[in-house]
């Protein structure tokens, strides 16, 4: 159980970056015995798979707080953020399950990675349809307040899977909460922008 929690929560910090969970993920297999990966995963720990991603990630910190740019980086996010969530969720799985004494998901890691694909799936759907509405609401000034936030959060939510897996609910309970949250306030405020503008006669 302990382990599908720590899945789901890496999974759904993919789903707001694809990096920072990967990274953590690859950073503690290969310098702590907190993660133990097996050896069809042990690439995740390789120092090119570390110094991709770390590439990756400062990219993605800087495209994804630039208006515009970030709903290309979000297109492309739409097959990285899932596929990464996949491969995190089946990796720590069988991780956790080798420990355990058990093989059953080493010897299935595709029960890991649909699990996996799916919650960083709806993460990343959740943010991409959210962006958009906050850009429009803010002419652009809302993309790297909002950014950094998803960033934090996707840290936060990688650090509670791996050390604290039993609060991961209550995580992404809270993270949809703000995800909603920020959706239904961007929207407001786009509503009362485009309502000011008509009434000054902008849309005449």
Partial sequence: MLAALTGAGLSAAAGLNAYIPFLMVALMARYTEIINLPAQFAWIESPYAIGGAGVLLLSEV???????VDHINDAFGTFIRPATG????????AAEDIEQ???FMADNPWIGVVAGVVTAGVVH???AATRPLVNGATFGL???VVSTAEDTAS???SLVAIFLPVLVIFALLLLMVGMFAVWRAA???RRSRDTAMASAGYYS
């Fill in 62 to 68: 800087v495209l994804d707080k630039i208006a515009i």
């Fill in 86 to 93: 996949g491969l995190i969720f089946a990796a720590t799985q």
């Fill in 101 to 103: 004494g058990s093989s």
């Fill in 125 to 127: 759907t959740g943010k």
């Fill in 142 to 144: 809302g993309a790297p």
């Fill in 155 to 157: 840290v936060g939510l």
């Fill in 187 to 189: 929207r407001r405020r």
